[in-house]
């Protein structure tokens, strides 16, 4: 019976890859209530350090494989 | 002067770089589902039990997918597999984006995407081959990127969705993994060090060259049955399913039953992800100085100890006690059973192996959430399935502290030489 019943709500996986309605809604409050120019600085900063990061890795494997 | 030091990098640091990407944008992802779901019920006029049924089957083919993927990296390399997976994950976040109703969603999400993401044997696999001395930082290392993908990823998918479409958030995923994952995993990772003529001793300082090899390294996956360390290892990550997946699922209903509001509930796992994050690496760290065996039991132990607050203490203090506590072993399982299954029974079958480990953690945490629901409907509070956790953690430490890693651990085994 209960299983049904906290299907319901959650839905859990691997190491809590979950579908978690609590922490969907605080997430998404918390983003709403932020400043948008902010949040644009740091994602854009945070994809050119992932961009940067995955360049520098292919760079120095080319390197090292061409030794 | 800098730069010719990096290139002078061990190129085993490069494979973890890649695979540390990888896993922050597969795993940060994965974990922003949550975030989608009043949308896509808005958008298809649906409740959320009915979305939960694509992530309830994107659960069962994950543990499902863990021993077949393991097993084709057995047989076929874990490069190839990560690569045929990481386009897999990538081609079907842009299907994602094309979902219109529940139905297209499972495929996509369900079958897709977590079929292509229990990737742990050949990860496992990979890094073992590459690292020798330091294992278990490399492997807690690709286990924080997780972490901290989903620390950046989660936001990121919340922003773009409330200020632009669900369906750009989930092609941005896509996009992500195929021009920045995609290559890393074709053109970087390798399967072993011989491919690019370097040594797997080369990341140490000293000389050596002793060939890895074990007493009970075995050909045929079913073998390793047949000794104590699978069935002690098995046991602790049975016992790390129910941990963890209870707590994932009922952690904010428990919350709620001691009177904290689900939205400071929800804040503290996320500092309990960050914490994790830091964690993860120091184990793997530690278990590289020290027998893996006594880390892992710690873990398990102070898991315990995390459950034990949730227990005798009350309200906010227990919640943040958890957070942090609980945050110190979270994922930290993961690194050093993934080692330690490498060095008991070496690399011919590691991929099915971790496989089947890792079912044992999916059959754990499955049990678990019906057990805690119905402890919870019959007794009112969390109380008994807490303390199930707690004596669970215990014997899984004590299973932990008992293998005989001198023995058996090719990290210490030493061939009689005739």
């Given at each position: 019976m209960f299983f049904f019943k906290s299907k319901e709500k959650i839905v859990t996986n691997h190491h809590g890859d979950s579908i978690n309605p609590e922490f969907a809604e605080w997430i998404v409050d918390f983003i709403s209530h932020l400043s948008q120019n902010v949040l644009y600085v740091v994602f854009i900063f945070g994809i050119i350090f992932f961009i940067v990061f995955s360049i520098l890795i292919l760079f120095f494997s080319r390197k090292n494989q061409k030794k | 002067m800098t730069l010719i030091k990096i290139s002078k990098i061990y190129y085993g640091w490069l494979i973890v770089g890649a695979l540390f990407l990888s896993s922050a944008i597969g795993v940060g992802t994965r974990q922003g589902f949550g975030v989608f779901v009043d949308t896509w019920g808005e958008d298809w006029e649906v409740n959320v039990s009915t979305i939960s049924l694509a992530a309830a089957i994107g659960w069962l083919v994950n543990g499902l997918a863990a021993p077949i993927l393991g097993q084709m990296a057995d047989k076929y390399g874990p490069k190839r597999v990560l690569v045929f997976c990481t386009f897999v994950v990538s081609v079907g976040s842009i299907l994602v984006a094309s979902s219109f109703n529940v139905f297209t969603l499972s495929i996509y999400y369900g079958f897709l995407i977590a079929f292509a993401t229990g990737t742990g044997g050949p990860i496992g696999i990979l890094l073992s081959k590459w690292f020798k001395k330091r294992r278990g930082v490399a492997m807690g290392a690709v286990m924080a990127g997780g972490s901290i993908g989903s620390l950046f990823f989660v936001p990121l998918l919340t922003f773009i969705t409330i200020n632009f479409s669900w369906q750009l958030a989930w092609i941005m995923v896509g996009f992500f993994g195929l021009v920045l994952v995609l290559p890393l995993s074709i053109f970087?990772?390798?399967?072993?060090?011989?491919?690019?003529?370097?040594?797997?001793?080369?990341?140490?300082?000293?000389?050596e060259t002793k060939v890895e090899d074990g007493p009970?390294?075995?050909?045929?996956?079913?073998?390793?049955?047949?000794?104590k360390p699978m069935w002690q290892l098995s046991i602790g990550y049975f016992v790390c399913g129910i941990t963890t997946a209870s707590i994932s699922v009922h952690f904010i209903k428990w919350a709620i039953s001691e009177n904290i509001s689900p939205y400071e509930a929800a804040f503290s796992f996320s500092i309990l992800s960050a914490v994790n994050g830091i964690s993860v690496i120091a184990s793997g760290y530690f278990s590289d100085k020290f027998e893996r065996k006594l880390i892992l039991g710690m873990v398990y132990f102070v898991r315990g100890l995390a459950f034990l607050a949730l227990i005798l203490l009350t309200g906010k203090i227990a919640l943040w006690t958890f957070a942090i506590v609980g945050g110190m072993s979270w994922l930290a399982t993961v690194p050093l059973t993934t080692a330690l299954t490498s060095e008991f029974?070496?690399?011919?079958k590691l991929g099915s192996l971790l496989g089947l480990i890792n079912m044992s953690h999916q059959i754990g945490g499955a049990i678990a959430v019906l057990i805690f629901g119905m402890i919870y409907d019959y007794y009112g509070n969390y109380d008994l399935g807490l303390w199930v956790g707690v004596i669970a953690l215990i014997i899984a430490s004590l299973a932990s502290f008992s293998i005989k890693e001198k023995q058996f651990s090719s990290r210490f085994y030493k061939p009689t030489e005739n």
């Open positions: - | 970087v990772l390798k399967d072993k060090p011989d491919e690019i003529l370097q040594s797997v001793e080369s990341q140490s300082n000293n000389n009970l390294w075995v050909d045929k996956w079913s073998n390793a049955y047949n000794s029974y070496g690399y011919k």
